[in-house]
Structures are given as structure tokens and as C-alpha cells.
């Protein structure tokens, strides 16, 4: 057991799919996550909405009716596989777990949608086990706006008074704010405002791939200031430019840039499985070893394991 992976979508592809982790057929499954090395996965509730909602339901769906019945799946997945996986809501949880030989899983939201500007809400997905939330997907929402490839909008929308207030609250009931999607604007008021360390869950390198979802040079520096950590997207849009093939080489190319501009202490990975369409070298989780390997080349034994699970677990335990 050695990886935490920040981000994936396999929780609403096993919903549309009517899919549990042991018949999923994706990314991951139960024996993948075993082969990869599964420490901890943190399994977002992804809530589709305009054309997305669309293409994922032919309807639209009111973002807080879907997010319960997307809960109460990911709940029946977790109870279908209780003898191997188990949830886990802190740091510490992941630690008896990983005691007990289990699996973490780790409940998180991708786009604050579902708040719809009710404070109230949050201190329900608290209960419910969400340990994580991203402030927005790819459209404007009650906290704020999402990234642009417009640049003056990128650098000039940033949080809502709603955005302010929700991360206040989240960092007070110990729920990661999540930056990856946000606005350049967004996330700078955030490392403004959070007491706490954040996280881009599901981002890469801006300097290495000009996409507007990646992380500019200067944001990488205030994430390695800020004890913030970044995990490493796995879809070749954010990493490359071989048209649809992600080869383990790219992985490491922007691990190594993050590394050298935030510090070895912001590196994560958050492959986004699930939710890319990408062929990968490496297949699917069972492939994490040879990107590993591949790692082994330019990092230490100690910046491996950071990287793995050791700043994962930090940014977990310095929400309380």
C-alpha cells in the first residue's frame, strides 16, 4: 500500500453505468486498486450540469438531488466491498486502516454547485464523509468562476462573497478546498484567505502544456508557500501534445517542474481516472508501479514516498 490518489470519477461512472467496484470495467476496480498499491482514493461526486448533464442524462438534474443519489451508491460500492475497502474521514482513519490491510476511501466533491449558496450545506456534506470539495468545475456557480482561456477573465473573476464564506467554513469543519477548475482569480483569493493548506487535487503545469486548467509558475510557488500540494492529472490535454496518449514520460516531466518551482513537499498525484479518455502507457491503476519506477530515476526514496502518500496525509491531518 503506498499510493493516496486525490482525484478520480469513478463514483459517478459506476452510478450511470450501474457498476460497483468489483464489475466496473474502467480505470479502476477493486483488483486494480490492489495491484496499483492502493493506500487511500479519494473518490469524487462529480454533479454534471449544463451540457455535461446533457451528455451524462439528457436532463438536466437539480445538483443537490443528485448528489445524495450519487451518495447513496458510492455508499452500496463501499458496503460491496467492506472486507478489502473501508471509508476513511482523517488522516489517522487512513493510517488504521492501513493497520487493518484496508484500502481508504475518501469522499470528495468536484463543484461546489450543490451548496447553492447555503452554508447549511456544508456542515451536511461534513456528515455525510465529504473530506474535500472543489470550488468549481467548468462553469460559474454560487462560490465563484471557473477557468477561462480568456485571460483578462482568468485573472480578474475571482471569488463570490458566497466563495469567501465557504472557505472560511470549510477550513473551519476540516474540508480540503480544492482549486483545481478554478479561476486564476479564485485561486488567488484563496491561498489569500484559507488558514489552512489547500489543494489543486487534479492540475499540471502551465509552463509545460499552455492549457488554461494548468498551473502557472507563479501559482506553483505560492502552493510550495503555502504548504498546499498539487496532484498530478494524468490526461494528456494537461501534459502533452501527442493527441490523445499519455506516456509515463510526461508524468514525470511535470513532477519534476512542480517539484523544482513548489517544492518536493507539493507533490501528489491525482490521476483523474475515470474521467479522462486518454490512452495511457501505463492502462489504468494497475499501471501505477511502472510510473513509479519511472520516478524512481529522479527522486529519492524520500521524495518518492512524499509524493506517494506522505503530503497527502499531511494535508489531511492539517485540516484539524
Known sequence: MTIIDLHCDTALSCYTQKKDLRTFEGHINLEKLKTGGSLAQCFAIFLPTHKAAMHSFGREIDPWV??????????????????????AYSCEDIL??????????????????????????????????VRMISLTWNYENCVGFPNSRDSEEHRKRGLKPFGFEAVERMNDLGIIVDVSHLSEAGFFDVAAHSKRPFAASHSCCRALKDHPRNLTDDQLRVIGETGSVVGINFYDAFLNDRGGFTATEDIVRHVLHIRDLAGTESLAFGSDFDGIESTLEFRDYSGFPEILQALEKHLTGAELEKMCSGNALRLFADQK
Open 66 to 87: 443528485l448528489y445524495k443519489d450519487i451518495l447513496a451508491h458510492y455508499r452500496r460500492m463501499l458496503d460491496d466491498v467492506s472486507e478489502a475497502v473501508r471509508p
Open 96 to 129: 488504521e486502516n492501513r493497520r487493518s490491510g484496508l484500502i481508504s476511501a475518501i469522499l470528495t466533491i468536484e463543484d461546489a454547485v450543490e451548496l447553492d449558496g447555503d452554508p447549511d450545506r456544508l456542515e451536511e456534506v461534513y456528515r455525510d464523509g
